[in-house]
């Protein structure tokens, strides 16, 4: 995934899993510094930012790593919310589409090496099992735990902590003493994923290793693959081009992100 000469950018929620894997970098000797985006929900960012803010002081500050803080509100004129309801779509979808676009662009800026997210082994065994049941084979093609550099303009995506589970995570935190926010964001109810993970959950308790057997089981057959990750980069380098506002890597004229700001902006206008 990286080594100790590599740069790397850690996103951040202020959750047990992202910060469990700033502190892992930090004390194995990772140059590794954290983004954190303030979504503008009305106080769980505060206290998410708090968290984050906590930790960067005391753990990360100290040895030489920085906290990058991106304001929704500040950068896209509106909260999580209010350009979901402007743009008619789910804020989840809003989130991910400016969290993706925010988190590539710092990195290439900064000139990160890595980017790195600290899902687990219970998101990565919940995500590949909502792709199965829906057939989305773009999104199964995809996944895995190191997604390369596709062509200059994506840089290079880890998932370090995909081989732990959420309570092996949890327990870390509590052993390290990592202070983090303990409740769900409040866009997360009703998400699917969250179904899909207590059905993973319910098949453990019966027949323990089930999530580890279907997400290792994936990735080796993948290995096997025309699937693989790497192999997708390659194909996808011919579909790729400069988006033509912001210059970002997409399939169409405009990237996701510019299609999303132009039209919360014209909304924004009426
Ligand atoms: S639950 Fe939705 S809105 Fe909240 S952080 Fe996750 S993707 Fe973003």
Redesign the pocket.
């Known amino acids: 995934m990286f080594d100790k000469t590599e740069r790397i950018l850690v996103a951040v929620?202020g959750g047990k899993d992202s910060l469990a894997l700033w502190h892992i970098l930090l004390m194995l000797g990772y140059q590794a510094d954290a983004l954190y985006v303030n979504?503008g929900?009305p106080g769980y960012s505060d206290r998410s930012l708090e968290k984050v803010q906590r930790f960067a002081d005391l753990v990360a500050k100290p040895r030489g790593a920085l906290l990058h803080v991106h304001k929704v509100e500040k950068e896209e004129g509106a909260g999580?919310q209010e350009l979901a309801d402007l743009v008619h779509r789910p804020?989840?979808s809003?989130?991910?589409t400016i969290?993706r676009y925010q988190f590539n662009h710092l990195a290439l800026e900064h000139r990160y090496d890595v980017m790195a997210t600290g899902h687990n082994l219970d998101d990565e065994a919940a995500r590949l099992l909502g792709n199965i049941l829906h057939w989305q084979t773009d999104y199964l093609e995809k996944q895995g735990p190191v997604l390369p550099a596709s062509m200059e303009g994506f840089a290079k995506k880890v998932k370090p902590l995909y081989r732990l589970t959420e309570r092996e995570l949890a327990a870390y935190c509590v052993l390290t003493r990592i202070d983090y926010v303990v409740e769900?964001?409040?866009?997360?109810q009703g998400?699917r994923t969250l179904l899909y993970k207590d059905v993973l959950n319910r098949l453990e308790t019966h027949s323990p290793g089930t999530k580890q057997s279907f997400y290792w089981g994936f990735l080796a057959m993948q290995g096997r693959s025309s699937l693989h990750p790497q192999a997708m980069a390659a194909s996808d380098q011919a579909l790729l081009h400069p988006c033509l506002t912001c210059g970002q890597p997409t399939v169409a004229d405009h990237c996701a992100y510019c299609k999303l700001m132009a039209r919360a902006k014209q909304t924004m206008s009426h």
């Open positions: 929620s979504l929900i999580i804020p989840c809003v989130c991910g969290k769900e964001c409040p866009m997360a998400a």
